[in-house]
């Protein structure tokens, strides 16, 4: 038998396990019941997969999605494991099959249903397949103190009769002490061993932007972000459609989800966005549950959310995969009074409290106290403020001597001749991997990317204000020409500063290159991207299954040239070793090879 770490190692490529989970997959194979509440992306999956592999025994899952018991088995397959589900979702002969497969002790994870796992029949099966453990998913289901109780899950109750050797392990993101207590008790847990961790999302970092031109605000935030997948939440099926029809306006491949559309149509979107077909959903909070998208990077919200609870967990879909993600709020104080009036028809005891929870959110949204701090005292956890990862804490100084930016422009505008338009000038500014560049070789200009620390608004919002100046001019027409005046090479020669303000009208992608951990070569980095998309096609598979966001950095930044330096990689296992490795490798060669040309 394989020890946990060596399983996790093995098929995973993860060099350790994080927080709570070894202790938690100990207790579990040594048959005690837990109860876990860890955060999203603390990595709950894990602590129910290693028990299965280490043990080559069975362990079932209970899990209220479809959708997403489908991606994890098929990740789980794609790494050699012996994973499978039972569903409505499957046809009768594959649900068969998998009968059959787990009556010949050939699956060690099998997926199910609350529903189905509670048929009489199937529990038998189960029973006599040997069964270890019982992981039940998102277990604040089962609880109405929870604010997303399932009818179906309530059954579950039976287990502990049905099943009285069997230890379970009940996992969740949100749950209050009332929540954790109901579901221990409602599952009829044995002494359970408890593990809670801090809710903390280190790295998303929060902030709340006035409500001004919102569509503009969109866009802008949107497009400043190009390469990055985003979620974009708005409250009623009809602003969705509109901001998705200004971002496709804009440009941007983005899509709309929301409760009015047909499953068919939601399920493409959805599987689109897994894929990165699809760069930005635009969503009603129907969308979400059931996305396990890792490397979201920006959730944005139109509007404010109803409670903090919402907020947490929408916000919380950013940054899965531990990157520097974003979670971005546009307020005013007019979404209050929606929320407000929205909610003041339904039972008047529900109503008042759900006013109350606005009111938080909006107080919370106004305040001027560390983000984060607010946030994680509301559910009850001490934390001492002053992040540094939010807007109150990192708020950037309105910066008023802006000469360094000003001759950082004149030095890009005087490499590239003068011949180009603003748009152009920025994208080499912020040192964009646009073609046109590429193929004028004005990505090896020293000023490439020497401004990225601005974003595409900030520039352009500063060139505005540097023409008011008359430094410099547009030349006009159809395809307007940004000229520098006599008195720009005073600036540069230092003998003349300059004033602006930096605006801050959106939170810019800057806060999270700053805290980008590894230093990678960001063309390799896409050019990785594209690969992983492909094979996600072949295999049928999101994108995020083949390899996370991380494990493509850290092949962008060390560029292993054998199979031994690519297994090295956190995320690297086994079998995705030998399934994909020489793909990478040629990949990495490929590239390196161009770039020497
Ligand atoms: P949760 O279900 O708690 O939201 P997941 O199980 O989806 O979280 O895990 C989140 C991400 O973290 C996944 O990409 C997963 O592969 C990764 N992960 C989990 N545990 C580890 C670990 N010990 N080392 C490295 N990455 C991990
Ligand atoms: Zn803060």
């Known amino acids: 038998m394989e020890t946990p770490l060596e399983s996790l190692r093995r098929v995973f490529g993860y060099g350790a396990f994080r927080g709570p989970q070894e202790e938690i997959i100990n207790a579990s194979m040594g048959g005690d019941d837990v109860v876990a ?25 209970v899990s209220p999605l479809i959708a997403l018991m489908k991606d994890q088995v098929d990740g789980l397959r794609l790494q050699g494991v012996r994973a499978a589900m039972i569903n409505s979702g499957q046809n009768l002969n594959q649900n068969r099959e998998v009968m059959s497969a787990l009556a010949a002790g050939q699956v060690n994870l099998l997926y199910a249903a609350p529903e189905r796992l509670m048929q009489s029949a199937f529990l038998e099966r189960v029973s006599s397949a040997g069964v270890r453990l019982i992981a039940i998913d998102e277990a604040h289901c089962i609880s109405q103190w929870g604010h ?27 749950a209050t002490p009332e929540t954790m207590d109901d579901i221990e008790k409602q599952l009829h847990l044995r002494n359970p061993r408890r593990f809670i961790s801090s809710f903390d999302r280190p790295n998303i970092n929060y902030a709340i932007v006035p409500k001004q031109k919102a569509a503009d605000q969109i866009v802008e935030f949107v497009r400043s972000r190009e390469d990055d997948s985003g979620i974009v939440y708005a409250m009623t099926r009809r602003e969705v459609e509109k901001i998705t029809a200004d971002l496709k306006r804009a440009g941007i491949s983005a899509e709309g989800y929301h409760g009015g559309m047909a499953a068919s149509v939601r399920s493409r979107v959805q599987e689109g966005f897994l894929r990165e077909d699809v760069r930005v959903i635009v969503a009603t909070i129907a969308f979400g549950m059931g996305i396990d998208k890792s490397n979201v990077r920006y959730v944005l919200h139109a509007n404010m959310p109803k409670s903090i609870e919402g907020y947490y967990q929408e916000t ?9 993600s974003e979670a971005a709020l546009l307020y005013s104080r007019a979404d209050l009074m929606r929320c407000l009036s929205l909610v003041s028809d339904g039972d008047p005891s529900y109503a008042k409290v759900a006013k109350q929870k606005a009111r938080l959110m909006a107080e919370f949204a106004e305040s001027v106290t560390c983000r984060r701090k607010t946030l994680l005292e509301y559910f009850g956890e001490k934390h001492g403020g002053n992040c540094g990862n939010c807007d109150v804490c990192v708020d950037a100084p309105k910066s008023d001597d802006v000469t360094d930016l000003a001759v950082m422009l004149f030095r890009c505008m005087h490499d590239t001749g003068q011949k180009f338009g603003e748009a152009y000038v920025i994208k080499v500014l912020v040192g964009s991997r646009d073609s046109r560049i590429l193929e004028l070789g004005h990505d090896r200009l020293s000023t490439y990317g020497s401004g990225a620390r601005l974003d595409r608004g900030q520039w352009r919002n500063l060139i505005r204000q540097l023409m008011d100046q008359g430094f410099l001019r547009s030349t006009g027409g159809d395809y307007p020409v940004l000229k520098m005046e006599k008195k720009c090479g005073d600036v540069v020669k230092e003998l003349q500063r300059v004033q602006g303000v930096i605006s801050d009208a959106m939170p810019s992608a800057k806060a999270r290159r700053i805290q980008q951990a590894v230093d990678y070569d960001a063309a390799l980095f896409e050019h990785l991207r594209a690969l ?65 040309e």
């Open 37 to 61: 509440l860890m955060p999203t992306g603390a990595g709950k999956s894990l602590c129910f997969q290693i028990p299965a592999i280490a043990l080559q025994q069975l362990v079932v899952v």
């Open 148 to 174: 997303d109780f399932r009818r179906e899950y309530s059954r579950l109750g039976e287990l502990r009769s049905r099943l009285p050797d069997v230890p379970m392990l009940a996992l969740t993101a949100t």
């Open 316 to 324: 919380g879909r950013a940054g899965r995969d531990g990157l520097p």
């Open 532 to 596: 992983r998309k492909a094979i996600a096609a072949e295999e049928n598979v999101p994108s995020y299954i083949v390899f996370g966001d991380t494990t493509l950095m850290l092949m962008a930044a060390s560029r292993p040239t054998t199979l031994a330096g690519l297994r090295l990689l956190s995320g690297v296992g086994e079998a995705k070793l030998s399934r994909y490795g020489q793909r990478f490798l040629g990949a990495i060669q490929e590239h390196e090879s161009r770039a020497q």
